[in-house]
């Protein structure tokens, strides 16, 4: 199970951090992601974190938002700075056993949270 938590209404230029938690279980030897939808649009992928420590993101959100955590806890992060409207969404977080070069395909994971809504305003 992922309970996803962190989402709000913030102003354009604001931050947010989302926080992925994992009852029953820690992240260890698991690639934890965030994705994110927008209403009529298609989930995309946002960011990644290998249980190897490597980390990946969207080129949408480079230099902007950052995933973290101790894949050994159970509880991974996405802080969210410099928001834009265009940012606006609901934020899923998702779980796979192993590593692979697909993280950024939704298909790969095996557990999903409930997603968090996160709206920037102009």
């Known amino acids: 199970q992922l309970q996803a938590s962190g989402g709000g209404l913030v102003q354009a230029g604001g931050s947010l951090r989302l926080v992925c938690a994992a009852s029953g279980r820690t992240f260890s030897r698991y690639t934890v992601a965030w994705f994110r939808q927008a209403p009529g649009k298609e989930r995309e992928f946002v960011a990644a974190k290998r249980w190897t420590g490597s980390t990946y993101s969207a080129d949408s959100v480079k230099g902007r938002f950052t995933i973290s955590g101790d894949n050994a806890d159970n509880t991974v992060y996405l802080q969210m700075n410099n928001l834009k409207p265009e940012d606006t969404a609901a934020y899923y977080c998702?779980?796979?056993?192993?590593?692979?070069?697909?993280?950024?395909?939704?298909?790969?994971?095996?557990?999903w949270g409930q997603g968090t809504v996160v709206t920037v305003s102009s």
């Open positions: 998702a779980a796979a056993v192993g590593s692979t070069t697909r993280y950024s395909v939704p298909s790969f994971y095996h557990y």
